[in-house]
C-alpha cells in the first residue's frame, strides 16, 4: 500500500488544471506554464488559490487587476 493521498491532485486543483488547458488553448498556446496557471486561478477568485491571492494583494499592497495584466503580457 502506497503512502500517498489518493485524493491528490484535489477536486479543485483538478478544476484548476482544466480550466488552464482550455486557456493555454484560447490564448493558442502549445505549452501549460505557471504563468497560464496563476492566469486561470486569478480569474477564479472563488477558489482556495484565489482567495490566497486577494489576501496577498490586500496584505501586501498590490492590485489583483495589475498583477494579471502583468501575467497576460508574458
Known amino acids: 500500500m502506497g503512502t500517498l493521498n489518493p ?3 484535489s477536486e479543485e486543483l483538478d478544476q484548476a488544471l482544466n480550466a488552464a ?4 488553448r484560447t490564448l493558442r498556446k502549445r505549452v501549460l506554464t505557471p504563468e497560464i496557471l496563476l492566469l486561470a486561478l486569478l480569474r477564479w477568485p ?3 488559490a484565489g482567495r490566497l491571492l486577494a489576501h496577498f494583494a490586500e496584505t501586501r499592497g498590490f492590485g489583483l487587476a495589475d498583477l494579471e495584466k502583468a501575467v497576460e503580457s508574458q
Not at 488547458?21 to 493555454?24: G, H, I, N, S
Open 21 to 24: 488547458v482550455e486557456l493555454m
Open 7 to 9: 485524493n491528490i491532485p
Open 46 to 48: 472563488e477558489s482556495a
